[in-house]
């Protein structure tokens, strides 16, 4: 943990058991209150390479779901243009590309592309 980000410890230690120098513990007992952090905390983010918590993904899960069904409902949405972008992708920084189709037929067409056939 020290060697990934010791500022993040540093600050997830202070905040969590207001330790100002976990250096003048013992080194098992600070191994146990860095083992003791939860999964929102900053180092445990790091290490999981997550920016956001586990409540913040399923919050801006919901804003996207929400937000999509409004979506739908404009004139846009019925046209399939101007999407808002997704909460989500922007906490995470991934952009993922929505495929859409005209018609059944242009599904099986790309389909058939993917996978060769039926």
Not at 14 to 36: K, N, W
Not at 62 to 70: F, H, K, M, Q, S
Request: charged share 25%; net charge positive.
């Amino acid at each position: 943990m020290i060697a990934t980000d010791e500022a993040a410890l540093r600050c997830d230690l202070m905040e969590t058991y207001r330790i100002l120098d976990y250096r003048a513990l013992p080194a098992r007992q600070a191994a146990l209150f860095a083992y003791g952090l939860g999964p929102g905390s900053r180092i445990a983010k790091k290490l999981l390479g997550v920016p956001a918590d586990l409540n913040t993904l399923l919050l801006a899960m919901i804003g996207d779901a929400v937000r999509t069904l409004v979506w739908q409902n404009t004139e846009d949405g019925h046209k399939g243009r101007n999407r808002p972008r997704s909460i989500v992708e922007q906490l995470l920084g991934k952009q993922t590309q929505a495929r859409g189709f005209n018609s059944p037929e242009d599904f099986k067409a790309w389909r058939e592309s993917m996978i060769g056939g039926d």
